[in-house]
């Protein structure tokens, strides 16, 4: 019985240095960890995830079941606390949301792709709002929107046009506030009421 009782608990140990082997593994400055407390979300933390010092920034970058790449974070701390430098998101591999961070905040151009690889979205961030030109696209790459902004609130002309690249609207903002004379259009280009328009503006 104390024989049993002897193997168990040496096997029990095993296992446990196994496993504790398997959950961080340290070479140099490279670190791989199978579980963090950051990954608590329920998609990150079906992930695996590869950790490493690069210059004075750490990086993380995730990956699926299949080991395809999902996600690279880039942090200031090691504490992994924040966000600081390039953010990259992929779908399949394919690289989906491209951006920066800076002192835990979108900051500076962000860059968002659709089917093929085709920009759909860009937009400049001051501390995570939206400041300067924000443009969406048509899914073929025409314009579909181009916004201005200071400091997280439409200013100054925003035109929305159609998938052939004719002029839909062009309205004025002034501190988020949508002031008169906005022109609307139809695909002719003929002038018509905002409550015309064949194509949503929001």
Sequence with gaps: MRNLILIAVIWSFQISFSFAQLQSWQDTTTLFVKERGYLKDPVRSK????????GSNWVISLYDR?????EQIQYADEELSVRQGPYNAYWNGVLKIKGQYNKGYKHGLWEYYGKETLLIEEANFYYDQYHGQRILYYYKGQRKRVENYVKGALHGVSSV???NGSIAAQEEYENGVLQSGAKYYDIQGSPIEKSQLPIKLN
């Design 47 to 54: 992930w695996n995830s590869h950790i490493k010092k690069d």
């Design 66 to 70: 299949k080991n395809v790449i999902q």
């Design 161 to 163: 046009y159609y998938p």
